[in-house]
């Protein structure tokens, strides 16, 4: 019975492993589908917005 407790233990451990990876590589592709012209969007907008919440 012990045996099958760390098997179990293991087998959740790929499980997460594999998981993640797949949560990464979709943030990845979805990181990389902007144009040069949105990323340079986005980071005026962040900036902007970083800039109205300083006191």
Known sequence: MQSNWWKLLGLAGVVSVVATGAVVAR???QRRAYTPDEVRERLHERHA??????P
């Open 49 to 54: 917005r970083a800039q109205q919440q300083r």
């Open 27 to 29: 943030n990845e592709r």
